[in-house]
């Protein structure tokens, strides 16, 4: 009997089941698996991989051992240190590959863990940067010690990524209609345009409220480098509002700090889709299954590193001045912040000076153009 996916009474999933039988065999190979994705176009590539090796190692013998992907992982681990952030990818990849041959991992094995790993419906730059660039770090890092072959594995198309700030009566409304433990972290991404992680990590040890001043320890920033970031009145009105002084600046619904981590957006997930949510930015439901039970959830079009583009966008409207974007932001060249000189008409002032807080008398006993 040749193989098929089924569905066996009584176990979840996909399954491949069969008998191959290679020509001139006495005997076939019995398949009884379940299916490593429970996508029919997936499963039915993983059942003609295997159906393929089957028949090929009978005629022309196993292929020559290759060291297996855990080892490929502990390897690459060893030879560097490696993010928190990565090891977490790996460690979600080595749970769906465990010791598969290197010369096993191919674009349509990837396939299978893409649907195997990831939510249904993930967006491209997601498979990219949560399956794709790991598993090549790993295979090419591999293939440089003679363990495999190099990775032949093409990325999904992406769209370039254009920018696109926010206006300031949409913004506004996200810092109104966000849920109140999450709004102080609206205002900041707003008015000060850092990234999530610097954000995070932030400790009150590294502000300072009456000079109007926050410095980012290169620990913390992407580039590595010290920043100092200054306060727009409403930064300051809303860290002088917040209840603690000590440890964390930005705590969670139940006053704890966010966990350490390389890249925090997730942990905002949930506050964040609320919050764009209601200020009706765009977006769309995500649903699918858990133990037969349908979930859903709010997926909005962008994340919290958009306010960071909006807030260069609104930084120029205001300075016109690329070199103190580049400085202000953390840039490493002015060509990287070129693209937010025309990306928002110059009549968004006013409204962007009114949710920074920047009355005429600020900007009186102030360096703000």
Not at 23 to 52: M, N, Q
């Amino acid at each position: 009997m040749p193989l098929k996916l089924v569905r066996r009474p009584g176990h979840e999933g996909l399954w491949i089941t069969g008998t191959v039988t290679p020509a001139g065999a006495a005997k076939g190979v019995r398949i009884r698996r379940r299916a490593g994705s429970d996508k029919p176009t997936a499963a039915a590539e993983e059942l003609r991989l295997i159906e393929a090796k089957i028949i090929r190692d009978a005629h022309i013998g196993e292929r020559p051992a290759v060291r297996g992907w855990g080892e490929a992982v502990a390897e690459y681990i060893r030879h560097e240190d490696r993010s928190a952030g990565t090891l977490k990818l790996l460690d979600r990849l080595t749970e769906h590959f465990g010791d598969t041959p290197l010369d096993e991992i191919n674009q349509a094995s990837v396939g299978v863990a893409v649907d195997a790993i990831l939510r249904p419906g993930a967006a491209a730059s997601t498979v990219v940067r949560n399956i794709i660039v790991p598993v090549r770090a790993v295979m090419s890092h591999a293939a440089w010690m003679g363990w495999g072959p190099e990775p032949r594995i093409k990325s999904p198309e992406l769209e370039e990524a254009t920018p696109k700030p926010q206006t300031p009566e949409t913004v506004a409304l996200m810092i109104e209609r966000a849920p109140p433990a999450f709004r102080p972290l609206v205002v900041w991404f707003a008015c000060t345009g850092c990234r999530v992680g610097e954000t995070l990590t932030l400790d009150w040890a590294q502000v300072d409220l009456s000079a109007r001043l926050a410095i980012l320890l290169p620990e913390t920033t992407k580039a590595g480098k010290r920043r100092v970031v200054d306060l727009y009145p409403a930064a300051v009105a809303m860290l002088a509002a917040l209840p603690h002084r000590e440890g964390r600046v930005f705590r969670r619904v139940d006053r704890e700090p966010y966990r350490a981590s390389d890249n925090g957006g997730g942990q905002l997930r949930t506050p964040w889709a609320t919050t764009c949510q209601r200020a009706g930015v765009g977006g769309r439901w995500q649903e699918w299954k858990v133990a037969g039970r349908p979930k859903r959830r709010w997926i909005p079009e962008i994340g919290p590193h958009a306010l960071r583009h909006t807030w260069a966008s609104w930084h120029h409207v205001i300075h016109k001045d690329l070199l103190r974007l580049r400085d202000d932001g953390g840039w490493a060249s002015v060509g990287q912040v070129e693209c937010y000189a025309h990306s928002l008409p110059g009549h968004h002032a006013a409204s962007i000076r009114q949710i920074w807080g920047l009355t005429p008398q600020w900007q009186r006993n102030s360096s703000v153009a």
